[in-house]
C-alpha cells in the first residue's frame, strides 16, 4: 500500500505527457489559426456585407462615404484579418502539404496578406464608386471577364498544355463535346470562383495549375490597373472622396502590388530553388 501511495504521488508530480508543444504563445496563434480556418466563410460573407454598408447599392448620389464610424472600420478590419489567416492555414494545411510550405509558414501567411491587400480595397471602392448608379452591373462584368479567363487558364492545362496559343483552340474545335468536357468546364468555372479574391493555388506544384500560376497574376495586374482608372474617372466626376486620399489610396494599393509581384516572380522561386 505504501507503494502505491509514492507510485501515486510521483505520478502526480511527473511532467504530463498530453501537455500541447510549445509555448503559450504558439499555442494561443495555433487556436487562433484554427478559429480563422473555420470562420472564413463567415469572414468573406463579413466582407462584402460591411462593403455594401459602405455605400448601399442603388442609393443616390453623395457627397462622402459614410465610412467614418469607427466599429463598422473594426468589423471591416477584423473581416479582413480573419480572411487571410483563414485563406493561409486553408493552403497550409489543406490544400498545399509540401515541405516548402511547411518549412515557410510565415512567408504564405505574409503573401496572402499582401495578395488580399491590393485587390480587395481595390475590388471594393470600384463596387462603391460605380454602384450608386449603375448598381451590380460593373461589378458583376468584373467577375464574369475574371472568371472566364481563369477557366480558360484552367483548360489550357487540361488539353495537353498545348506549345502556341492557337493549339488551344485548335485542341478545343478538334474535340467533341461530352459528357468529360462538361465535368472540365464546370470544375474549370468552380475553382475560377474560388480563385477571384486570391489565388489559392499559387504554392501548388502540380502541373494542372502551371498555367494559372504563370498568367494570373499578369490579369490580377491589368484588372487592377483598369479599376484604379475608372476609379480615379469616377471620382473626377463625383467627388466622393479628398483627391490626397485618393493619390494615397493608389500609391498604397501600387506599393503593395509590387510586392505582391517580388513575391511572386523573384522571391518565392528563388527560395524553391534553394
Known amino acids: 500500500q505504501t507503494r502505491g501511495v509514492s507510485h501515486h504521488l510521483s505520478g502526480m508530480n511527473a511532467p504530463r505527457s498530453d501537455m500541447p508543444k510549445g509555448s503559450p504563445g504558439e499555442n494561443a496563434m495555433r487556436g487562433v489559426r484554427k478559429m480563422s480556418m473555420v470562420n472564413l466563410p463567415q469572414a468573406m460573407l463579413s466582407l462584402w456585407v460591411h462593403a455594401r454598408q459602405l455605400a448601399p447599392v442603388g442609393e443616390g448620389k453623395q457627397q462622402h462615404l459614410p465610412s467614418t464610424d469607427e466599429?463598422?472600420?473594426?468589423a471591416f478590419a477584423a473581416a479582413f484579418f480573419c480572411v487571410a489567416f483563414g485563406i493561409a492555414d486553408f493552403v497550409l494545411y489543406i490544400w498545399v502539404h509540401d515541405a516548402f510550405v511547411r518549412e515557410n509558414k510565415k512567408l504564405v501567411t505574409l503573401h496572402y496578406c499582401v495578395e488580399i491587400l491590393c485587390r480587395v480595397p481595390t475590388v471594393v471602392l470600384?463596387?462603391?464608386s460605380y454602384s450608386r448608379h449603375y448598381r451590380y452591373l460593373p461589378t458583376l462584368i468584373l467577375f464574369i471577364v475574371d472568371v472566364l479567363l481563369t477557366s480558360?487558364?484552367?483548360l489550357?492545362?487540361?488539353l495537353s498544355m498545348p506549345d502556341r496559343w492557337w493549339d488551344l483552340f485548335r485542341c478545343s474545335g478538334a474535340r467533341t463535346f461530352n459528357y468529360r468536357s462538361l465535368m472540365q468546364f464546370l470544375y474549370s468555372l468552380v475553382v475560377s470562383v474560388m480563385l477571384?479574391?486570391?489565388n489559392i493555388v499559387f504554392f501548388d506544384p502540380g502541373m494542372i495549375f502551371f498555367y494559372?500560376?504563370?498568367a494570373f497574376y499578369v490579369i490580377k495586374y491589368i484588372e487592377l490597373a483598369v479599376m484604379l482608372h475608372l476609379i480615379r474617372k469616377s471620382h473626377a466626376s463625383s467627388v466622393m472622396i479628398a483627391s490626397e486620399d485618393l493619390n494615397k489610396f493608389w500609391w498604397v494599393e501600387l506599393t503593395l502590388a509590387a510586392m505582391n509581384a517580388f513575391f511572386v516572380w523573384v522571391y518565392v522561386p528563388s527560395r524553391r530553388a534553394e
Open 71 to 74: 466599429l463598422l472600420a473594426f
Open 126 to 128: 470600384f463596387h462603391v
Open 152 to 154: 480558360m487558364l484552367l
Open 156 to 158: 489550357v492545362s487540361r
Open 196 to 198: 477571384f479574391v486570391v
Open 212 to 214: 494559372v500560376n504563370q
